[in-house]
């Protein structure tokens, strides 16, 4: 169902040749523009003028990579399908507005005809008219809105249940990136958690090691350096008298 959805509103943007893209573009991976064109066989310059269609929407996005040897950027896309969907939606609402426009007009005012010609007037352009057809001479009958109204309210039905159904893809895919979320939290905590782990041990060595440090001079006699102090005491005075005079 999403898929109708998305090649629907891919369509809509930019038009009957995206057709094709939108498969392409539904992966969880962005795709190598290079790839997209030659799987829908255009050009690079075709393939890219469709895909920023897309993209002026925000229904796609891109990262890119840069060609180390060749020095320049390539581009890799994929569709957001909530954007996607919840686009669709507002296209669809304002087709609802306008419909209900037209249904308000139809009951408030009444149109006429000239059968002969096919055309259709306003009541005040009929009156400017005089009810009688410029091209053909006949005069004019009144519409009959009944099938009209009954066309409108058809679409204006098959509209809404679209939209139910739009808006239970928009919940999937709600819920999807929930999910998500919680799934790149956990790796989160689990680096964190990784990370904490390491930094432990890396504090438990340094302990570790000062501990031997301080073992070793320990370990070394007390007494070489009380009389390192000694030693050094007079002559530290010593400077001290040096500098004073
Ligand atoms: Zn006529």
Request: glycine share 4%; aromatic share 8%; charged share 40%.
């Amino acid at each position: 169902m999403i898929n109708a959805f998305l090649k629907e509103v891919i369509v809509y943007v930019a038009g009957k040749p995206a057709e094709n893209i939108t498969e392409i573009l539904s992966t969880k991976k962005h795709v190598n523009e290079f790839l997209i064109a030659k799987k829908i066989d255009l050009t690079i310059n075709q393939t890219r003028n469709i895909l920023y269609k897309i993209s002026d929407n925000g229904l796609v996005s891109s990262i890119r990579k840069k060609d180390n040897k060749k020095g320049w950027y390539t581009y890799f896309w994929k569709i957001e399908n909530l954007k996607s969907l919840e686009f669709l939606k507002q296209v669809l609402l304002k087709q609802i507005e306008q419909i209900n426009n037209h249904i308000k007009s139809r009951e408030s005012k009444q149109f006429y005809i000239c059968e002969r010609c096919n055309i259709e007037l306003t009541e005040e352009k009929a009156l400017l008219h005089n009810f009688t057809c410029d091209e053909c001479g006949d005069v004019f009958k009144i519409k009959d809105n009944f099938k009209l109204l009954r066309e409108f309210k058809k679409n204006l039905e098959k509209l809404k249940n679209k939209i139910y159904l739009i808006d239970q893809e928009i919940e999937k895919e709600k819920g999807k990136i929930e999910k998500q979320k919680v799934v790149e939290g956990k790796k989160l905590d689990k680096e964190k958690a990784k990370e904490t782990i390491k930094k432990g041990l890396a504090r438990k060595k340094l302990a570790e090691m000062n501990l031997k440090n301080k073992k070793a001079t320990l370990k070394k006699p007390k007494k070489k350096k009380s009389f390192k102090q000694k030693k050094n005491l007079p002559s530290v005075v010593g400077l001290k008298n040096k500098k004073r005079r």
